[in-house]
Each structure stands twice: as structure tokens, then as C-alpha cells.
């Protein structure tokens, strides 16, 4: 095994692990508050594990074309982007949301 494909298995494993606990998390957590921040984790999450899922499939397949290697690096890439506007716009909105909350107590308190 080279350092390179012991990495491969270690951001598969740690992708799965933390995507997972984020839906772990999310999911109690949207029952419970309804609030778009938790909804946004479960989405991403799950396309997170979707796409790490697809890229340990894709290079445990060995050699592909390379038509088949430049349509998943865009498919990916896409996904990965999509991904990454959900979580960030889970966090923001998450981080919005109880800023608001703590305005809301100052104003009680002055």
C-alpha cells in the first residue's frame, strides 16, 4: 500500500465517519426545531456520502477511459460544489439564527 492509497482510504473512511455523525446530529435536531440550517446538513451530508461513496468505487475500478475519467471528475466536481454551498449555507444561516436569539435576550436584559 503507498502513502497515496493509504490516503485515498483514510478521506474515504473519515468523509463517511463525519458525514454521518453530521446526520446523526441533523436529523434529531430538524425534527425537533424545523429550522432550514439542519435541513441543509441532512442534504449535504447525504450528498457528501454519495459522492465519497462514487470516487472509492471509481478508483477502485482501476483504469478508465479518458472520456469515463472526465465525466466523473466533472460529475464530482458539480456535486462537490453543490454540497458545499448546502453546508455552508446551513452553517451561516445556523450562526444567523442563534445571533439573532442572542440580540433578542440583550434586549430583554437592558
Excluded at 35 to 51: E, M, N, Q, R
Aim: net charge positive; hydrophobic share 55%; aromatic share 18%.
Amino acid at each position: 500500500m503507498t502513502i497515496t492509497s493509504f490516503l485515498r482510504e483514510a478521506d474515504f473512511v473519515v468523509t463517511i465517519f463525519t458525514n454521518l455523525a453530521v446526520l446523526y446530529v441533523s436529523f434529531p435536531a430538524y425534527k425537533r426545531t424545523k429550522l432550514l440550517p439542519f435541513a441543509l446538513f441532512i442534504w449535504g451530508s447525504f450528498l457528501g456520502i454519495i459522492l465519497s461513496a462514487a470516487e472509492h468505487i471509481h478508483y477502485s475500478r482501476g483504469f478508465v477511459s479518458g472520456d469515463d475519467q472526465r465525466f466523473f471528475i466533472e460529475f464530482y466536481r458539480v456535486g462537490y460544489i453543490v454540497a458545499s454551498v448546502l453546508w455552508t449555507t446551513g452553517v451561516v444561516l445556523l450562526v444567523r439564527h442563534f445571533m439573532a436569539q442572542l440580540a433578542r435576550k440583550d434586549d430583554h436584559v437592558a
